[in-house]
């Protein structure tokens, strides 16, 4: 019995912060028309955006190609598609022909690991072909062995 009355004092107290509210006032609601020119805008700037979105080579890419990773084989779907890159075959990001033959979708980690993968055998041909970059030309123990043979 205590717990109802408590419950209709509650129920009581947000009735009334309704009716003070301008839910339940008396005044009528302004009307305000809307304003064709500025709907107008904001339309043909969505469809703007939209056609130049449409024109970038990951979106053409998602739509030639299914939601799957190329290396891995996950399949991606709209809540994940954010995770499904595109990746330049030849690693050239200039080089985008419409017909997509020099793209491949791959995960975010398929496609770090096919990066890395690339820069480490760029590095091995670098070595290979005998243009080594040097390394630091400081030896700080060059005269170490001196040093000791002076304090026996």
Known sequence: MQSN???NRFSGCILRMFQD?????DEPMPSKSPDNNKLDHIVAEA?????????TYREQALRIYPWVCGRCAREFTRANVQLLTVHHRDHNHDNNPANGSNWELLCVYCHEN??????????RNE?????????ATHNPFADLKALLKDKK
């Open 5 to 7: 009355m408590s419950f």
């Open 21 to 25: 509210s301008l839910l339940f006032s």
């Open 114 to 123: 096919e990066h890395s993968r690339y820069l480490d055998n760029t590095g």
């Open 127 to 135: 070595a290979s072909s005998g243009t080594r970059k040097t390394g």
């Open 47 to 55: 469809r703007r955006s939209r056609e130049q979105r449409n024109m």
